[in-house]
């Protein structure tokens, strides 16, 4: 069973830029996603990347601002956030995927991931 922790949360000014982390433990052979829940929000899709690395996929709202990326040696995926907005305000989830017979599959949607970490709180505010 994999299990994934995220950390890198935290309060920034708008503008500034943070990178979130989601470590794996157990079973690797899988995709991953980030996505967020605003208060009073359902969660949202922010990005996600194949098992291989090769295809990653982002929202519009967060398209040229935001990068997902894996290193797939430390079983570890990330989330390079540039240019932050207030709007980006939310809880932040990693999700994971078995993908060992799907390497290149970008997924997006949320009920095609099976494991979730705890999220990790990014606020933008001045």
């Known amino acids: 069973q994999v299990q994934l922790v995220e950390s890198g949360g935290r309060l920034v000014q708008p503008g500034d830029s943070l990178r979130l982390s989601c470590a794996a433990s157990?079973?690797?052979?899988?995709?991953y996603g980030w996505f967020r829940q605003a208060p009073g929000k359902e969660r949202e899709f922010v990005a996600a990347?194949?098992?291989?690395?090769?295809?990653?996929n982002s929202a519009d709202s967060v398209k040229g601002r935001f990068t997902i990326s894996r290193e797939n040696a430390k079983n570890t995926v990330y989330l390079q956030m540039n240019s932050l907005k207030a709007e980006d305000t939310a809880v932040y989830y990693c999700?994971?995927?078995?993908?060992?017979?799907?390497?290149?599959?970008?997924?997006?949607?949320?009920?095609?991931?099976?494991?979730w970490g705890q999220g990790t709180q990014v606020t933008v505010s001045s």
């Open positions: 999700a994971g995927r078995d993908a060992t017979w799907s390497p290149g599959t970008v997924f997006n949607q949320r009920y095609e991931y099976s494991v």
């Open positions: 157990g079973r690797t052979y899988i995709s």
């Open positions: 990347i194949s098992r291989s690395g090769a295809k990653t």
